[in-house]
């Protein structure tokens, strides 16, 4: 890890480290732990940081903090209440729980306001079909495969 590098005092005229990208390709290895740590290390740089936040949230999910990442989401969603991915992350803890009513005030949340992109999709989709599956309707998938028969 970089940071150690700087902590142990190698090459101090280096640039400086990006621990968000650094924590993102830790948190991809599965080195959650290590991804949490460079996550706090850019909440230094950058104090109240609604994205870095939520990767920490992420950090705490894979770790198992399940009560840490939702408070983590919460205080997210206290500083911008439109940050659809806090609101994807807790739909998915408080159903955990069984607090269904409230997972699917926050997957609502998460839909209107989807986020775009081809990774996005797949949250998308699986959002829609729970929330679905929640409330009891046919999810747009069980429709499609209606269809076809």
């Known amino acids: 890890m970089l940071f150690w590098k700087i902590l142990f005092g190698a090459d101090q005229s280096a640039e400086k480290v990006d621990y968000y990208k650094e924590g993102l390709a830790l948190l991809k290895q599965g080195q959650f732990h290590e991804a949490l740590t460079s996550f706090r290390l850019a909440l230094k740089d950058s104090p109240g940081d609604t994205v870095v936040l939520q990767q920490i949230?992420?950090?705490?999910?894979?770790?198992?903090?399940?009560?840490?990442?939702?408070?983590?989401?919460?205080?997210?969603?206290?500083?911008?209440?439109?940050a659809?991915?806090?609101?994807?992350?807790?739909?998915?803890?408080?159903?955990?729980?069984?607090?269904?009513?409230?997972?699917?005030?926050?997957l609502e949340a998460f839909l209107a306001a989807p986020p775009r992109g081809a990774d996005a999709q797949e949250h998308v989709n699986h959002?829609?079909?729970?929330?679905?599956?929640?409330?009891?309707?046919?999810?747009?998938?069980?429709l499609d495969d209606e269809i076809d028969a």
């Open 84 to 106: 659809v991915g806090a609101h994807y992350g807790l739909a998915y803890l408080l159903l955990r729980k069984g607090e269904e009513s409230d997972a699917i005030r926050h």
């Open 57 to 82: 949230a992420i950090a705490y999910t894979r770790i198992g903090m399940t009560e840490e990442a939702a408070k983590t989401y919460r205080h997210v969603l206290q500083k911008d209440p439109s």
């Open 127 to 142: 959002a829609r079909s729970t929330l679905a599956q929640l409330r009891g309707e046919t999810s747009s998938l069980d």
